[in-house]
C-alpha cells in the first residue's frame, strides 16, 4: 500500500466530511438554540437538490446561480417553518417538537414522491466529467468546487457565531437560556435566524451536491441519520465539535471502505456514535447530552 | 362513573363485533385487513405504553417487530423449528435486545434517547441487508412455509390463508392487548404514570425510575417482536422492508392522533387508522401525506389526541355544574 492511496483516501474523507459537516452544523445550531432536534432536516436537503435539479435542468441555470437560488428559496422556507409552525409551540415538551417536524418531514418527503416520484435524477453541469490533478491525486472537478463553497460557508457561519452580536446571543442561548432571557435577548427572533441559517445550510447542501449524488425524494434520509450520528458525537449544539466530527467520520469511512473493502460503512457512523455514548455520553466536547 | 363504564362496555361490544366482522363477507380481503389491524394494534399500544405512560419516545419499537419478525423466519427456514415454538424464543430473544437498548439508551437525555433509538432501528436495517450469510440481504427470506397445527388423532392443519391466520392473530392480539391493559391498571402503571408526571418526585417516593423504564421497554419490545414474528408469516417473506420507517410512522399518528396515555383511544385510532386509508384505497404516498398533516395539527391544536381532549371536555363540564 503506497503513500499516494494513503493520501488519497485522506483527501477523499475530508471532501466527505466537509459535505457531512454541511448538513450537520444547521441541525447542531438548530438545536443548540431552539432545543429542537429536527427530523424534516434532510427533506430541506433534499428540497434543495430537487431545486437545484429543476432550475439547472430545465431553466438552464448555471451551477452558482441554482446555488443562489436555493439559497434564497431555503431563506424563505426556514422563515415560514418557524413562523407558522415553530413559534406555536412555545414551551411544550421536547418530543412535541420532533413529532411536529416529523409531521413536516412526512408532508415534504411523500409530496415528493408523489410529484416527482421515487426514480433518481441525474444532474449534468459544466463541471462534470473534468478532474483535478495533483501530484498523482485526483479530485473530480465538482467535488473540489463543493468543498470550496463548503469552507467558504463554514466561515462565514464560524464569523456569525464567533464575532458577531447575533452569534454571541445564540451561544448565549444554547448556554444558559433563562439567563439569556434576563439579559435581554429575544429567544423567539434569535430562534427564527437560527432556523433561516439551519434551513438555510441544508438547502445550500443539496443545491452543492446534486451534480455529485443523484437526485431523489428519499436521498435526505440516510444522510440524516449520520447527521445525527455526527451532532451526538460533536455534543449536541456544538459547532466546532460538529465540524470535527463530521470530518474524522468522513475519514474514518473513506480509510475503512478503502483498505478494508468493508459492506458496512454506512454502520461505522453508529457504531462511532455508540462508542462514544458509552465512554463519554456528553459528546467529545459535549456541553452535555445528560439534563 | 357509570356514564364511563356503559360507554366502555359498548366500546368493547363494539370492538368484539369487527374482530368477528371479517366472517361476514366471505373474501379474503377483509381477514387480510383483519391481520393488519391486530399488528398495529400491538405496535401501538406497545408504543403507548412507552411514550403514553413513561414519556418516552422510542423509535426503537419497529427495530424490536423487525427481530422478531427476522428471529422467528430463520428458526423456521434454517432451523426448520415450527412457528409455534420459534415465536416465544423471538420474544425472549427481542426482550434480551430491548433490555440492552433500555440498559444504555436510558442513561442518556432525552434528547439522546430519541436519537439513540431511532439510530438503532436503522441500524437493524443496515445489518439486514449486509449480513448476506444469515438474512439473505436485500432479497429477503422468501417463501415462509404457512404454520401447521398438528392436533393428535386429527389431521394437520395448514394455515396457509388469512382466514385460517386470522384467529391465530386475533387470540394473540386479545392476549397481548389484555396484557397491556392490565400492566396499564397495575401498581407498576401507576408507578409509570407517575414516572412521567414527575421523575424526581416519583424516585423519591421510592419507584425505582431505571428498573421501571427498563420494564416497560421489554414488555413492548417482546410483545412486537412476538407480533413481528406472527406477521412475517402472513407476509410468507422477510425482508429489509420490515424496518421501514413507514411502520413508525403509522404508530406515531395512531397513539398521538388516539391519545397518548389513554388505552382505549389509542385501540381505537389503530383500528381507525388501519381500515379507512385501506378501504378508500389512497395512494400510499398521498396518504403519508395527510398522515403529516394530521400529525402537524394533532400537536399543534390536539397536544393530547382526541381522548384527552374528550377529557379535558368532560372535566370542564363537570367544574361548570
Known amino acids: ?291 | 362513573m357509570v356514564y364511563e363504564s356503559k360507554f366502555k362496555i359498548s366500546l368493547l361490544a363494539l370492538i368484539l363485533l369487527l374482530c368477528i366482522s371479517p366472517y361476514f363477507f366471505h373474501s379474503e380481503y377483509y381477514f387480510t385487513l383483519g391481520i393488519t389491524v391486530c399488528t398495529f394494534a400491538v405496535l401501538s399500544a406497545g408504543l403507548n405504553l412507552l411514550y403514553g405512560y413513561i414519556g418516552l419516545l422510542s423509535f426503537a419499537q419497529v427495530a424490536f417487530f423487525g427481530i422478531g419478525a427476522y428471529t422467528s423466519a430463520i428458526l423456521v427456514t434454517q432451523n426448520s423449528w415450527t412457528i409455534w415454538t420459534a415465536l416465544p424464543i423471538a420474544g425472549i430473544f427481542t426482550g434480551i435486545v430491548g433490555a440492552f437498548v433500555g440498559y444504555t439508551s436510558l442513561k442518556l437525555s432525552r434528547h439522546a434517547f430519541a436519537i439513540v433509538t431511532l439510530s438503532f432501528s436503522l441500524l437493524c436495517t443496515i445489518i439486514a441487508r449486509e449480513w448476506i450469510s444469515l438474512t439473505r440481504g436485500s432479497m429477503g427470506i422468501p417463501g415462509l412455509p404457512a404454520p401447521t397445527i398438528n392436533i393428535p388423532s386429527l389431521e394437520t392443519i395448514v394455515l396457509d390463508r388469512p382466514n385460517y391466520l386470522y384467529p391465530v392473530f386475533l387470540i394473540y392480539t386479545v392476549l397481548a392487548l389484555f396484557l397491556f391493559y392490565r400492566l396499564g391498571v397495575s401498581r407498576i402503571g401507576r408507578a409509570l404514570k407517575a414516572i412521567k408526571l414527575d421523575e424526581p418526585l416519583a424516585s423519591s417516593q421510592g419507584i425505582n425510575v431505571l428498573s421501571h423504564k427498563i420494564l416497560a421497554i421489554v414488555v413492548s419490545a417482546v410483545l412486537s417482536g412476538m407480533v413481528g414474528g406472527l406477521f412475517v408469516f402472513h407476509l410468507t417473506i422477510v425482508d429489509p422492508s420490515i424496518f421501514d420507517f413507514y411502520y413508525t410512522e403509522s404508530m406515531l399518528i395512531m397513539v398521538i392522533i388516539g391519545g397518548p396515555g389513554s388505552y382505549w383511544g389509542v385501540l381505537c385510532a389503530s383500528i381507525l387508522f388501519s381500515v379507512i386509508p385501506d378501504l378508500l384505497r389512497f395512494s400510499s404516498d398521498l396518504r403519508m401525506v395527510a398522515y403529516g398533516v394530521l400529525l402537524i395539527i394533532s400537536v399543534l391544536i390536539l397536544p393530547n389526541g382526541v381522548a384527552g381532549f374528550l377529557r379535558n371536555r368532560n372535566n370542564k363540564r363537570w367544574k361548570i355544574h
Do not use: C
Not at chain 1, 1 to 29: E, K, P, R
Open chain 1, 1 to 291: 500500500m503506497d503513500i499516494t492511496f494513503l493520501i488519497q483516501l485522506l483527501l477523499n474523507g475530508v471532501v466527505v466530511g466537509l459535505f457531512y459537516g454541511l448538513v450537520a452544523v444547521g441541525l447542531s445550531l438548530i438545536f443548540g438554540v431552539l432545543e429542537i432536534v429536527n427530523f424534516a432536516h434532510g427533506d430541506f436537503y433534499m428540497l434543495g437538490a430537487m431545486l437545484a435539479f429543476f432550475s439547472g435542468m430545465y431553466l438552464q441555470f448555471d451551477y452558482f446561480i441554482s446555488i443562489a437560488v436555493v439559497i434564497i428559496v431555503s431563506v424563505f422556507i426556514g422563515y415560514l417553518l418557524y413562523q407558522i409552525l415553530i413559534v406555536k409551540l412555545k414551551n411544550r415538551s421536547f418530543e412535541q417538537s420532533i413529532l411536529l417536524t416529523i409531521g413536516v418531514s412526512m408532508v415534504i418527503q411523500n409530496g415528493s414522491l408523489y410529484l416527482w416520484t421515487a426514480t433518481p435524477k441525474m444532474l449534468s453541469n459544466l463541471y462534470s466529467y473534468k478532474v483535478l490533478e495533483f501530484a498523482n491525486l485526483t479530485l473530480p472537478m465538482l467535488r473540489a468546487i463543493a468543498s470550496i463553497v463548503t469552507i467558504i460557508t463554514f466561515s462565514v457561519i464560524f464569523w456569525i457565531f464567533y464575532f458577531t452580536r447575533l452569534g454571541k446571543a445564540m451561544r448565549g442561548i444554547s448556554q444558559n437560556r433563562d439567563a439569556a432571557l434576563m439579559v435581554g435577548i429575544d429567544p423567539v427572533r434569535i430562534g427564527l435566524y437560527a432556523v433561516i441559517i439551519g434551513v438555510t445550510l441544508s438547502g445550500l447542501a443539496g443545491a452543492v451536491l446534486a451534480p455529485i449524488y443523484t437526485v431523489h425524494p428519499t436521498m435526505g434520509f440516510a444522510f440524516i441519520f449520520k447527521a445525527f450520528a455526527i451532532i451526538i458525537i460533536g455534543g449536541l449544539g456544538n459547532i466546532s465539535g460538529t465540524v470535527f466530527a463530521a470530518l474524522v467520520l468522513g475519514i474514518v469511512e473513506s480509510f475503512v471502505g478503502g483498505i478494508f473493502q468493508l459492506a458496512l460503512v454506512d454502520a461505522i457512523a453508529f457504531i462511532f456514535m455508540s462508542i462514544v455514548l458509552l465512554v463519554k455520553p456528553e459528546g467529545i466536547w459535549g456541553r452535555g447530552v445528560r439534563v
